[in-house]
């Protein structure tokens, strides 16, 4: 009798864990959903002047691959560096933690 008891609360965990996958990708999708969001009405409201082609071409690879890709966008000019403050702080109004977001310089 423990034994089935033991089994069945094993068999609901492995449930519960396979249910979570699928929830946890939705909600990357989601996230990205949100991000592309921000970025789209930034640079409607701010424009793309002073944004180099490098940072705008490494902002839409990070998008166009599902917001998958490690950080590599980094901000140079003022321009580029104020459209990143208004992404951290409208992704993070969204729910979407700072560490999704695609910038970094590692040089």
Excluded at 53 to 61: D, I, L, V
Excluded at 66 to 75: A, E, I, K
Aim: proline share 5%; glycine share 8%; with cysteine.
């Amino acid at each position: 009798m423990m034994a089935g008891v033991l089994l069945a609360a094993l068999d609901g965990g492995a449930m519960q864990a396979g249910a979570q996958q699928p929830e946890a990708e939705s909600w990357t999708v989601e996230k990205c959903n949100r991000y592309k969001k921000a970025w789209t009405d930034a640079l409607g409201r701010f424009g793309r002047k002073g944004l180099s082609q490098e940072f705008t071409e490494r902002h839409e690879a990070f998008l166009a691959s599902g917001c998958s890709t490690p950080p590599d966008v980094c901000p140079k000019s003022k321009e580029e560096l104020d459209l990143a403050n208004v992404l951290v702080i409208r992704a993070i109004n969204a729910g979407i933690a700072s560490t999704f977001l695609p910038f970094a310089c590692r040089k």
